[in-house]
């Protein structure tokens, strides 16, 4: 399933953030694709702040991961742009942070390639003007129907 939407401002973004976060109560692992600068972490900083994380929300960009604990369980924000070998993940315990529960958004997803599990969503951010074009394709999991929703 595809989508295609028109963010024409940070702010339709966030608000973006907060929708696809409404709708993550189950977990779900999210792959954020474009180029620097197109908004992925301002998207990840928006779902993160829906799903209840407070304070600084720090991108991992030198870390690879962030951990915060929510209300109702824990989400990771990976970002892997400084990854050298997607074999470093194995030292990081990439497979603890994949619980079926957890929300798991990752920047850069290519730069792991071979080491992550499948995506419930592929987030591709495109420069269209001074905005955004992007494209969300959800697996074919019922859980992930609801993106229908966001036209």
Do not use: C
């Amino acid at each position: 399933m595809k989508i295609e939407l028109s963010v024409p401002d940070e702010a339709a973004m966030q608000t973006l953030g907060r929708k696809i976060a409404g709708h993550l109560t189950a977990g779900g692992v999210l792959y954020f694709h474009g180029e620097l600068g197109a908004g992925k972490t301002t998207l990840a900083r928006a779902i993160l702040q829906a799903l209840g994380v407070s304070g600084r929300i720090k991108s991992p960009t030198y870390t690879l991961v962030e951990p915060y604990d929510l209300a109702d369980g824990n989400a990771y924000h990976f970002d892997l742009y400084r990854l050298a070998d997607p074999e470093e993940l194995e030292y990081l315990g990439l497979r603890d942070y994949f619980d079926p529960g957890a929300v798991v958004i990752v920047e850069w997803p290519e730069r792991g390639l071979g080491m992550l599990p499948a995506a419930d969503m592929q987030v591709h951010i495109h420069y269209n003007g001074n905005g955004r074009r992007i494209v969300l394709e959800a697996s074919e999991s019922p859980r992930f129907q609801w993106i229908n929703d966001l036209r």
